[in-house]
């Protein structure tokens, strides 16, 4: 997951976060969350299975998901999307560009309410 200093920084105050993909699942069901960000490459669960489990789940199927990868590779970012991935980020990002992308999420969600 991104880094809850980066996320404020661009005006993200509601973060919640997992050191791995198995905790960020747990944290899932309690629910309340608008939006996840997790690693492509993760331990114990890497961010093909995380992703997998999410929409595997009808109650969290629909929540948009970032992933950021060290790996900007045309297949793997295909692969993403095919799996219903809202968007990605190659490491290392400025701010900036999260946010950005944040934003575009944000923006097409609330076009689909």
Not at 4 to 28: C, F, M, P, R
Not at 71 to 96: D, N, T, W, Y
């Amino acid at each position: 997951m991104s880094d809850s200093n980066d996320l404020h920084d661009v005006g993200y105050y509601y973060v919640e976060t997992a050191s791995y993909g198995v905790k960020a699942l747990q944290k899932l069901t309690d629910g309340g969350f608008d939006c996840i960000i997790t690693d492509w490459n993760m331990p114990k669960m890497n961010g093909f299975e995380f992703v997998k489990a999410i929409k595997a789940n009808t109650a969290r199927a629909r929540l948009p998901i970032l992933v950021v990868t060290t790996r900007g590779l045309e297949e793997e970012i295909k692969r993403m999307l095919k799996m219903g991935v809202a968007s990605s980020i190659v490491k290392p990002f400025k701010a900036g560009l999260l946010k950005e992308k944040l934003d575009d999420i944000f923006a097409v969600e609330s076009k689909t309410l």
